[in-house]
């Protein structure tokens, strides 16, 4: 299991420097002529944005493949114009200098912009302003994905809940690294592919013909779910006598609106607890407390 | 057969096969319902294969750690060398239960996100970023690129450099909390203090949980009541216009004035109190999916659109504040 686990990861590694290495000269240039984009291009710029979602490459997809810069690196790699693609991905990337992803949210799309957009730039010949003004809208596009990802893969946890009480760590294992890459796959890689394939007005059409309230509908599950995993994290803490801190936790957030950082949170709950210890003692005295209470 | 149920001795190869699987699949099954929760059990899996040995501990071991997780998963690794430290004493008798697991991995994923985001997303990231691109040959104002030359050097160096420091991160930080979180464990137990600390945990657990459902669980209800200048009330699903008087939304004029934040508090406890009383999360799953959809469906008005405008006419908003998303400039 283990070695197969390895070997899988080795391969991965492998595609993803091929990926890296794929020569200019072999895909040749055509100057200043307008690029068209092959079927094969078309599958390798898909794979490129699969993988910066992927895990495969050291979990650093995200950190590299991710960012248009390199996008537009690769995707000028593999139209043949590598200057030209890092230039195009570099303008993109500047939009997204600020991007950070956090508490499983994405305010845009950086990677789907960046394959896509690089991709749209060099084979329609597009200027600069034109480039951007298609990289933000398809950015935006790229939540659908997400979301469709966030909300999809809680299929994946619930079969790892299945296996976990027959105490099967191999399959608790590949619920999390193998099944949930094939339906990645399918999401990301599909609709680049296509884009690539059929250009400018795809996207827009795309952009324009979308089912909006379904997407709406995943984003307004991505503030719902969330419930129901904190509510089984509490059903181990949530207990006794520091029910009250948890209140106190949220509510602090709530009051300052987020703008207390998780560590500056985590400083006053240190704070609680060392006074919690200090007067209620361990989880016995604290269990007696509440029972007292209880019985009067 | 009672030597084959005792559990081996972690090595260092061991945490290190862990931090590999973390490190790869941190995000594979990444998901809005519990987030990192299969990839910290997936990285768990070489440390329970080691300890525990009887079907009933294994499967356990496997439902305590697929709870919900969320963490920077550089940083953050330190949250895992900790747990491990935890199991591994655990395993060989002391009395740490799942709750005091479970408080530690809650008090700590919180901050260590927070922390983990500024330092990799928020501080190297952009400036190795902003490095890459001035080296890629963009020059910042520039409207024509067909006047500058690209070179494939910027996306390189920014490649390099950005895997080298994070992954230097990563291995440390993980290497570290199993070492000193050890290295703590087999103090504190030696000391007899572990009880207060776990009882410590848990206040500090409750209190980050508490931040962390205040900030993950969102509700957005757009549906208003009108009182028109003559006093008359008037119902709507979203803002009406032309009504003269005021208009009051439901959740952020109405509910938030009594207690802030109450729409999603009162959701998570419900979820809470359901899934005490032995509900199926599937099922809960489900069906907050159906009420997710149909409450986005715009039945009262147009369809929204994608580009111009997300807001729309349905009684649930997918984003808190109605802002349209930056349009695209023709």
């Given at each position: 299991m283990r070695t197969t686990l390895r070997r899988v990861l080795g391969v991965g590694l492998i595609l993803g420097a091929l990926m890296l290495a794929v020569p200019s000269s072999v895909l040749a240039a055509e100057g200043d002529q307008k690029i068209t984009v092959s079927l094969i291009q078309a599958a390798l710029i898909g794979f490129g944005y699969y993988l910066s979602q992927g895990p495969w490459l050291f979990g650093m997809g995200f950190f590299t493949l991710y960012r248009p810069l390199v996008a537009g690196l690769i995707v000028g790699i593999i139209l043949g114009d590598p200057g030209k693609g890092t230039l195009v991905g570099a303008a993109i990337n500047l939009i997204y200098l600020g991007f950070i992803s956090a508490?499983?949210?994405?305010?845009?799309?950086p990677a789907l912009a960046g394959w896509v957009g690089t991709t749209l730039a060099l084979a329609g010949n597009l200027d600069y302003g034109a480039a951007l003004a298609l990289a933000v809208p398809i950015g935006l596009l790229g939540t659908v994905i997400w979301n469709a990802r966030m909300t999809g893969d809680t299929v994946f946890v619930h079969y790892a809940d299945r296996k976990a009480d027959e105490a099967n760590i191999g399959e608790v294992a590949r619920a999390n690294w193998l099944y949930p890459q094939v339906y990645l796959f399918l999401i990301t890689f599909v609709p680049v592919f296509l884009a690539a394939n059929f250009g400018v007005t795809f996207v827009t059409d795309i952009l324009n013909g979308l089912p909006v309230w379904v997407l709406n509908g995943l984003a307004v599950a991505g503030g719902v779910l969330p419930a129901i995993g904190i509510a089984m994290n509490m059903r181990f803490?949530?207990?006794?006598?520091?029910?009250p801190y948890f209140f106190l936790g949220y509510f602090l957030y709530v009051v300052t609106a987020g703008s207390l950082s998780m560590a500056v949170i985590a400083v006053i709950g240190l704070a609680l607890a060392a006074l919690h210890v200090y007067y209620v003692g361990d989880r016995e005295s604290g269990a007696a407390l509440q029972a007292a209470a209880a019985g009067k | 057969m009672t030597a084959d149920l005792k559990p081996e001795k972690i090595t260092k190869a061991d945490v290190r096969w862990s931090w590999v699987l973390w490190t790869f699949f941190s995000h594979a099954n990444y998901n809005y319902e519990r987030l990192q929760a299969t990839a910290f059990a997936h990285a768990m899996t070489p440390i329970i294969r080691k300890l525990y040995k009887t079907p009933e501990d294994i499967a356990a071991a496997l439902k305590r750690h697929l709870v919900f997780f969320n963490t920077e998963p550089n940083v953050g690794g330190v949250i895992h060398g900790a747990v491990i430290a935890m199991e591994e004493q655990r395993a060989n008798g002391?009395?740490?239960?799942d709750d005091a697991i479970n408080s530690v991995k809650s008090g700590l994923m919180g901050p260590l996100a927070g922390i983990g985001d500024t330092i990799s997303q928020g501080t190297i990231t952009p400036i190795l970023l902003a490095i890459g691109i001035g080296l890629a040959g963009y020059k910042t104002g520039?409207?024509?690129?067909?006047?500058l030359t690209g070179s494939p050097l910027g996306a390189l160096f920014y490649i390099v450099f950005e895997t080298v420091i994070i992954l230097a991160i990563a291995y440390f930080t993980y290497m570290q909390g199993w070492i000193r979180g050890r290295e703590f464990v087999t103090d504190t137990l030696r000391s007899g203090r572990l009880d207060r600390l776990i009882s410590g945990a848990s206040v500090l657990g409750n209190v980050v949980l508490g931040a962390l459902a205040a900030s993950f669980v969102a509700v957005n209800l757009a549906p208003t009541i009108g009182v028109g200048v003559g006093g008359e009330l008037s119902f709507g699903p979203f803002p009406a216009e032309g009504t003269g008087g005021t208009q009051l939304n439901i959740q952020t004029d109405i509910l938030d004035k009594i207690l802030p934040g109450l729409l999603p508090l009162g959701l998570v406890l419900l979820t809470w109190w359901l899934l005490k009383r032995g509900l199926n999360p599937i099922r809960l799953l489900v069906i907050y999916l159906v009420i997710a959809l149909v409450g986005a469906f715009p039945f009262f008005g147009p369809q929204p659109n994608f580009v111009t405008d997300s807001c729309g006419s349905a009684i649930f908003q997918p984003y808190g504040k109605c802002a349209a998303p930056v349009a695209p400039t023709e």
């Open positions: 508490g499983g949210s994405i305010p845009g799309d803490i949530f207990r006794g006598a520091v029910i | 002391a009395d740490i239960d520039a409207t024509d690129l067909t006047t």
